[in-house]
């Protein structure tokens, strides 16, 4: 029996001989791939300035470092979520508070987001869940009438709009921070960026991503810098960058099977599922479905081949969370929907006739 998981990268011969040229190359560390990765990022998305770290999360750490992010500060993000985007203001020693999500898309919802600023928020992190873009003009409103910063955590949204310009533009935040994990929809092997319109905030990127090394004109010698700031190994390779490259020509694509995908499920299945709003055109990563019983629902299916995941658990329920005063029944649309959802297969190898096989296992038992 084929079975089927949630999420899978696409590999072809292009990606291949993509990273074998590099190999053969002189660089194989953070060189020329990068930088031609980065002015892809920006032509794609109509950013300025893109910097390429080896993870989504050490992105979002930068951005947090970048906007000046320190202890006594608080930042607001979704408890429904990958911990990541909470823990980025943890590592900078900032407080954590949680916004509800809406019913019908999962995503912050921005009337939460204004109830839970107070005088010590300096920034919010709206995420994109599931590839649609949350409602950003409104969030970017919310946040200048408060004088607060916006990181978009668009790791799951490489390839989607709003209001018709690609996240990642950032007209209505200050910066955007993709993943190129495998089962994101272009892949790097592990890897992310963060692209922001900020020259400023760039130039701190780009320390904070290499030990805080700052090399400029003023200084004579090509082999001379000067570390400013504590910084991290947070650079991308040459081979993750010419990987990355060959996929992003492949990104439409990508984006158009997955949403045939999404609205054959839409049509045949019959379940719950998150609405798309009309300001969104979504890459959508993943489909999930909301279901009676998920647990039982988890073992039929994996009974049938299916291998599927729940995304997430609610970030304010891990222990580490409510040792800093979260628990249960602080957020009730996201356990709301934690509690019923599960994420179908969802990737371009997908073909008309998988798509029929795994409706047809899904209505054996749901």
């Known amino acids: 029996m084929k079975t089927y998981n949630y999420g899978k990268q696409h590999i072809d011969l292009s990606d291949i001989l993509a990273v074998i040229g590099v190999l053969k190359s002189p660089f194989l560390t953070c060189g020329p791939k990068v930088k031609e990765f980065e002015r892809a990022i920006c032509n794609y998305t109509g950013a300025k300035y893109c910097v390429a770290v080896n993870s989504a999360t050490s992105g979002l750490h930068v951005a947090m470092l970048a906007l000046g992010i320190k202890e006594g500060d608080e930042v ?58 949350c409602d950003m003009e409104k969030i970017y409103e919310i946040a200048k009438k408060h004088n607060l910063k916006v990181v978009e955590d668009a790791a799951h949204a490489i390839g989607s709009e709003y209001k018709g310009k690609k996240v990642g533009c950032c007209e209505f935040s200050d910066m955007a921070v993709f993943s190129f994990h495998p089962v994101k929809t272009i892949t790097t092997g592990e890897g992310g960026a963060v692209v922001t319109n900020n020259f400023e905030l760039y130039q701190k990127l780009l320390a904070y991503r290499s030990h805080g090394m700052h090399k400029d004109g003023e200084m004579q010698n090509t082999w001379e810098y000067e570390m400013r700031e504590l910084g991290y190994n947070y650079r991308m390779t ?94 009730p649309n996201a356990e709301i929907y934690y509690k019923k959802c599960i994420s179908l297969p969802l990737y371009p190898d997908l073909t008309n006739k998988d798509l029929d096989e795994i409706v047809k296992r899904i209505k054996n038992f749901a």
Not at 94 to 122: L, Q, R, S
Not at 269 to 297: K, Q, T, W
């Open 238 to 331: 040459d081979i993750q960058a010419a990987l990355g490259i060959s996929q992003l020509k492949k990104l439409e694509k990508f984006k158009k099977r997955r949403r045939e995908i999404v609205e054959y499920y839409n049509k045949n299945l019959g379940l719950a599922h998150l609405e798309e709003m009309e300001y969104s055109n979504a890459c959508f990563h993943l489909y999930p479905v909301m279901v009676r019983n998920r647990a039982e629902f988890y073992q039929k299916a994996k009974k049938e081949g299916l291998n599927l995941q729940v995304h997430y658990i609610p970030v304010h329920t891990q222990p580490y969370y409510r040792e800093q005063g979260y628990n249960w029944g602080d957020f």
């Open 76 to 133: 607001i993000t979704s408890p429904m979520t990958f911990l990541a985007s909470a823990n980025c203001a943890r590592y900078c020693g900032a407080a954590v508070k949680f916004a509800d999500i809406e019913e019908k898309t999962a995503n912050i919802d921005p009337n939460e987001i204004e109830k839970k600023i107070t005088p010590k928020t300096k920034a919010i992190i709206p995420v994109h869940f599931a590839g649609q873009s």
